[in-house]
């Protein structure tokens, strides 16, 4: 249980502090950074699953629908990925953290609209505070590049959407999405938009640092299924306050980020408001059952 905690925290942990290894890779364009990252991810995670034994069985469950799932799942996971990439190179930390902390609330947003998915007051109450925190900042945090985190926080929760509906694990649905974008990327490598040339000069620790983003997308990823196979879902819903607590320490502390008492504000009633979706599951089974009529 304590190892399973410990690798929940930990991805999330590695997932925070990655934007300052984005950021030393700033003398690389984005596109050239998120391009690698398709290829190298793809990389690493056939030899992930080769080692594991994840390739048996894959063809039969790799049907038609989860192919469809997983081609829309890797439009928004590119999406995200490069957004993440210019927002740590370019010292926009504090809004990607926002944006991982509304993400859950996408879902939440689905469930609305949803046929037949019922919510309760607690979530209409959490919705309705994030919206009013993130009107807040949109109006009065004249500091942050307001598309960072709507475009984080919307591409990941509909993420998470996608991936509820698959029937892949975690290491085959990430194999299936980077093999679609690798294909997308060698389509649009015939186009003079896009290109994966390295800057001049670029020293030997670049490089080496280059090679392993395959390691920093995956390596999250195996400790979350870790933590994922042990953990019940009550347990893992705390690890959702992690990654953007941290994103937010980073942002202060190494890239000394501006922030208006305004965006903190914003920044605390969101995290509040993901504490009620995290504790309403307590709270639903620390109300007495009704009494039964006699």
């Known amino acids: 249980m304590l190892s399973a905690a410990l690798s929940g925290v930990s991805g999330n942990l590695i997932l925070g502090f990655s934007s300052l290894y984005w950021k030393a ?12 990252r398709i290829v190298f991810s793809l990389a690493t995670l056939l030899l992930v699953m ?10 039969q469950r790799l049907t038609p629908r989860a192919l469809a799932i997983h081609t829309a799942a890797a439009l928004l996971v590119v999406v995200n990925w490069g ?8 010292g926009h930390v504090v809004e990607s953290g926002l944006g991982y902390l509304i993400a859950p609330f996408v879902a939440i947003g689905v469930g609305v609209i949803a046929p037949g998915d019922r919510m309760s007051w607690l979530r209409k109450g959490a919705l309705a505070l994030i919206a009013a925190a993130v009107l807040a900042m949109v109006q009065r945090s004249g500091e942050l590049a307001h598309w960072v985190y709507l475009l984080i926080g919307g591409t990941w929760g509909a993420y998470a959407c996608l991936k509820k509906l698959t029937t892949l694990d975690a290491f085959s649905g ?3 999405e980077t ?10 490598l015939a186009t003079p938009y896009m290109s994966l040339r390295l800057p001049h000069g670029l020293s030997a620790g670049a490089m080496l640092a280059l090679g392993l983003c395959g390691v920093v997308s995956v390596l999250p990823l195996w400790l979350f299924s870790l933590a994922a196979a042990r953990l019940p879902l009550s347990v893992m819903g705390f690890f959702q306050f992690v990654l ?3 994103q937010l320490v980073v942002a202060l502390v190494f ?8 965006t903190l ?17 307590f709270l639903r089974r620390a109300r007495p059952a009704p009494e039964a009529s006699s």
Do not use: D
């Open 174 to 176: 990430l194999l299936c």
């Open 50 to 59: 080769a080692v594991l034994g994840r390739f048996r069985g894959l063809r």
């Open 25 to 36: 890779l700033a003398q690389v364009p984005p596109t050239v950074l998120l391009g690698l």
């Open 255 to 262: 890239y000394r980020q501006e922030v208006s008492l305004n």
């Open 265 to 281: 504000l914003s920044f605390a009633v969101i995290w509040c408001a993901l504490g009620i979706l995290v504790a309403e599951p």
């Open 83 to 90: 957004t993440f990439i210019w927002a740590s190179i370019h």
């Open 244 to 246: 953007p607590t941290t």
């Open 179 to 188: 093999a679609v974008l690798c294909v997308l990327l060698a389509l649009s």
